[in-house]
């Protein structure tokens, strides 16, 4: 499994843009970058995933680094709802296997 | 839908009793899987199962059991509960096994404490 390597917190002011980077520089060519999120007292919710090329759907974007060593998951106007824990994980393709870490606790600021 | 479900919220045992999470869907998903999570920690996987009739371990097993008789249902039993098992379980589904666009969706999780 890769591991990934995110900081522990972050803070953002609400309606201001958020970037939650993550490192995962031992991935394989064949791992899709998955971000969940976990609000309190919550199971994880699915948030984005991508393999090559970024993504954007209606609530985040991600942007994954050239050689796919980090990715970036941007979220465009943060909400007191978006606080939250932030997971990356690298999914092998064909396996439905999520390793969790710790995450990123996203703190918004009203 | 009402997606995935769990009972019950919350639980509390006492050292060496038995008892059973339960676990369902209604989206027809045939991958389910249980996860524990302890404080301040992510998740750990317990056990997942593919398809009716099919089971296996994921990173933490031991002292949890689960079978998988139908599509919607995936109860997670405890056989003899011990504090170390004091944790939020969660289960989670999705559509398929390996499904490169598969998104897990999660339960609201039981709260368990061991005495």
């Known amino acids: 499994d890769a591991k990934t390597t995110q900081p522990n917190s972050m803070e953002s002011n609400e309606e201001e843009p958020v970037h939650l980077p993550c490192n995962h520089s031992?991935?394989?060519?064949?791992?899709?970058i998955h971000w969940y999120r976990q609000l309190p007292s919550q199971g994880p919710e699915y948030v984005i995933h991508g393999l090559t090329s970024n993504v954007n759907n209606r609530m985040a974007s991600l942007a994954i680094a050239e050689d796919r060593k980090s990715s970036t998951l941007i979220l465009h106007r943060a909400t007191l709802r978006d606080a939250a824990v932030y997971y990356c994980?690298?999914?092998?393709?064909?396996?439905?296997?999520?390793?969790f870490g710790k995450g990123t606790k996203l703190t918004v600021n009203p | 839908n009402a997606g995935v479900t769990q009972t019950p919220k919350f639980q509390v045992l006492k050292t060496g009793q038995s008892m059973t999470l339960q676990c369902a869907q209604d989206m027809n998903h045939e991958y389910m899987s249980w996860y524990r999570q302890d404080p301040g920690m992510g998740l750990r996987l317990i056990h997942y199962?593919?398809?009716?009739?099919?089971?296996d371990q994921g990173e933490v097993p031991n002292g949890y059991n689960v079978s998988r008789s139908t599509t919607e249902d995936f109860p997670l039993r405890l056989l003899s509960a011990a504090p170390s098992q004091t944790s939020v379980y969660f289960c989670?589904?999705?559509?398929?096994?390996?499904?490169?666009?598969?998104?897990?969706?999660f339960g609201p999780g039981t709260r368990l404490t061991v005495l």
């Open positions: 989670a589904s999705s559509y398929d096994y390996g499904g490169a666009f598969n998104e897990q969706f």
């Open positions: 199962s593919v398809g009716a009739g099919i089971t």
């Open positions: 031992t991935i394989s060519g064949t791992d899709y």
């Open positions: 994980i690298p999914r092998q393709g064909g396996s439905e296997k999520l390793v």
